[in-house]
């Protein structure tokens, strides 16, 4: 059974950072793409950051030179740091992992920021 549990969400005013957490079981991150998505109010989730491959990254336009994705392959964590942080920012993120063709997902942390 796979879990991603995430952590790190808050509140924080513009130009900020936060870093999110997601730590996994029942999977192994090293090996399986795995990233970063949100989902804004009335919006499509969309993704933010992932690691498409082993060491191939992929990030967002809007967030570009601004987050920052890494893996520790050892605790089987995810983590997004996030800097400069924009009011259109704000949304529910969510960890992502993929293995053979099925996707799962974390429960969502609430990120907030304020102008």
């Known amino acids: 059974q796979v879990q991603l549990v995430e952590s790190g969400g808050g509140l924080v005013q513009a130009g900020g950072s936060l870093r999110l957490s997601c730590a996994a079981s029942g999977i192994t991150f090293s090996i399986n793409p795995v990233g970063w998505y949100r989902q804004a109010p009335g919006k499509q989730r969309e993704l933010v950051a992932i690691?498409?491959?082993?060491?191939?990254?992929n990030y967002a336009d809007s967030v570009k030179g601004r987050f920052t994705i890494s893996r520790d392959n050892a605790k089987n964590t995810l983590t997004l740091q996030m800097n400069s942080l924009k009011p259109e920012d704000t949304a529910v993120y969510y960890c992502?992992?993929?293995?053979?063709?099925?996707?799962?997902w974390g429960q969502g942390t609430q990120v907030t920021v304020s102008p």
């Open positions: 992502y992992a993929a293995r053979r063709f099925t996707h799962y």
């Open positions: 690691f498409s491959s082993s060491i191939s990254t």
